[in-house]
Structures are given as structure tokens and as C-alpha cells.
């Protein structure tokens, strides 16, 4: 049997778990409008009163996640083809995609009126930006079905905090709400797609290990094709809201945790490896995380000298 063929194999053997984690995130999930959150009574006419930056009441790092984060959303066409096609159309992993889809929807909607309400972007920027990231595209090349749990266990999470700490950095009650609502569905999406790894794990570890791995070694969030995007990331990591640190301590070391990489027993030689390997993975990204900020801290250190 394929690789790939097994693969899909066992997506469907927990397929009962994937009915039963679906059902516990629709009594779960919270039914929210974006129109009850965002400011409308602040928005003014862009033809009568032009953009400019003056107006923005954000500071430029919370604006520059704020935007980063909306294209990343903006490109969901792109993840939900992948989703959905990497599923049989009448499976349950198909219904799902069709609800997740819809609750991301949601969420360029809520941020992009946000910040068109509040004046904190650019419009014609952002929608050139838009146009620019989409018609870049995405992909996530490799075909197996259970790394896509993998991934987005990762992704879901990191978005999650992204998101969040977007919201309490913003000092803006209303852009707090905002993100707060977005990060509770990011939650509930994790919760869901952690929950079937979990599962796929106990019916085969050496190729759900496999996955995770893959996954882990060198994770990349979907936004990477965004203009700028490393000139943005690295300002987003300055500001605390996203970075290797907190990829390491709050994505990385709590999804590990949650299913049990280090205690997992009774594992043939490759998985023994592979197990290894992931464990291996949080003290790398310190590590990296530890160099990134000395050479902030240097960088920070001759800007003051210069003053
Ligand atoms: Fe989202
Ligand atoms: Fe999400």
C-alpha cells in the first residue's frame, strides 16, 4: 500500500472521532456578528476626507499585525481548497471544511471593517496588497492528508495568539473585542484539528510522529507570501506579538505536551527516532529565538548610541 494511500487510510478510520469532535465544536462555538463589533459610528467617507496617516490611531506595530494578519485571512480561497480537497467530498473532514470555511469568513470581514471604520490602514494600499497576495496565491505542497491536521493544529494555535496579542496591544477596547472574538473561533478550530491528530496518533504513531515532524521542523505560517512579509514579521516579533520565543513556549512545547510525544511507549526504532527528533525541536527554536533578540538588543544598543 502507498504511503499516501495509508495515509488516507487512516483519516478515515477516526472518522467517528471526526463526527464527534465537529458536533462538540458546533455546541461549542460562539454564534457572533461582525457588524456588532465593529465601530460603524466612527466610519467617514474616504472620497470626501482622503486617507492619510495621521488619522490612524494605532501604533504602526499594531497596525502592521492588524494588516498582516487580515491578508493572511484574506487568502482563505486558498485553504479552503486544500482542506476540502484533500478530503473524499461526502466525508465528514468535507462538512467540516464547509463550516471552518464559513467561521474564517467571518474573520477578514470583522478585522477589514475594523480598520476601514477606524481609519488604521491605508485602503488602497491594503486592497492593492489584497490583490497582490491573492493573485501570489498559496500552496502546501506536500499530499498527505494527516500532516493537513498537523499543520493546522500548529497553524490554528498560532494564530490564535497572534490574533489575541494583536488585541491587547492595540490598547483599543474595541480592536481588543474584535480580536478577541476572532481568537475564540481560531481556538475552537485548534481544538478540533488537535483533537484528530490526537486520535490518528494512538491508531498509528510512526506515521502521525512523521507528520508532526515534518510539520514542526521548519513551520511557516500561511502569510509568508504577503508583500514584505519578513520585514513586517520582524516587526511584529519586536513588538511581543508574534515570534520564535512564543512559537517555542506557547505553540510549540503545549501541543507536544497535549499529546504526549515524550511518553509515547512501545514505539518501533523509526518512530523511537523520529520521537527524538521532535522532542529535539523547542530547545532549536530557543535557541534561534535567543539569537534573534541579542541581535535586537544590539541593534537597539547602537540606534541609542547614535542618538
Ligand atoms: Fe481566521
Ligand atoms: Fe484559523
Not at 11 to 35: F, K, N, T
Not at 97 to 111: F, V, Y
Not at 238 to 263: K, S, T
Amino acid at each position: 500500500m502507498s504511503a499516501l494511500t495509508e495515509s488516507v487510510e487512516l483519516v478515515v478510520s477516526v472518522e467517528p472521532e471526526i463526527a464527534r469532535l465537529m458536533g462538540e465544536h458546533r455546541d461549542r462555538r460562539q454564534h457572533w456578528y461582525a457588524h456588532d463589533v465593529v465601530p460603524w459610528e466612527l466610519g467617514r467617507s474616504f472620497r470626501d476626507e482622503p486617507w492619510n496617516e495621521s488619522q490612524a490611531t494605532l501604533s504602526p506595530e499594531v497596525r502592521t499585525a492588524l494588516q498582516l494578519n487580515l491578508l493572511t485571512e484574506d487568502n482563505l480561497p486558498y485553504y479552503h481548497a486544500k482542506i476540502n480537497g484533500s478530503f473524499a467530498e461526502d466525508s465528514p473532514m468535507a462538512e467540516w471544511s464547509r463550516l471552518w470555511t464559513a467561521e474564517e469568513g467571518q474573520h477578514s470581514i470583522a478585522i477589514r471593517n475594523y480598520l476601514l471604520a477606524t481609519r488604521n490602514c491605508d485602503p488602497t494600499l491594503l486592497e492593492d496588497e489584497r490583490l497582490a497576495t491573492m493573485t501570489k496565491g498559496w500552496r502546501y505542497d506536500s499530499p498527505c492528508p494527516v500532516e493537513v491536521f498537523a499543520y493546522t493544529s500548529a497553524q490554528e494555535l498560532a494564530t490564535r495568539i497572534s490574533h489575541r496579542n494583536a488585541g491587547v496591544k492595540a490598547d483599543c477596547e474595541i480592536a481588543h473585542e474584535v480580536m478577541t472574538r476572532v481568537a475564540v473561533d481560531e481556538n475552537h478550530h485548534f481544538m478540533f484539528y488537535r483533537g484528530v491528530t490526537t486520535a490518528m496518533l494512538k491508531q498509528a504513531p510512526t506515521k502521525v510522529l512523521e507528520a508532526i515532524h515534518r510539520v514542526l521542523l521548519d513551520f511557516r505560517m500561511p502569510g509568508t507570501g504577503i508583500p514584505n512579509f519578513n520585514r513586517r514579521a520582524v516587526s511584529i516579533a519586536r513588538a511581543g506579538i508574534y515570534n520564535l520565543r512564543i512559537h517555542a513556549e506557547q505553540v510549540v512545547q503545549p501541543l507536544l505536551r497535549h499529546w504526549r510525544i515524550d511518553a509515547l511507549e512501545g514505539l518501533d526504532a523509526r518512530a523511537a527516532e523520529i520521537q527524538e527528533k521532535i522532542l529535539a525541536i523547542p530547545e532549536a527554536l530557543i535557541s534561534q529565538a535567543e539569537a534573534f533578540e541579542a541581535r535586537l538588543t544590539k541593534k537597539d544598543a547602537r540606534a541609542a548610541a547614535r542618538a
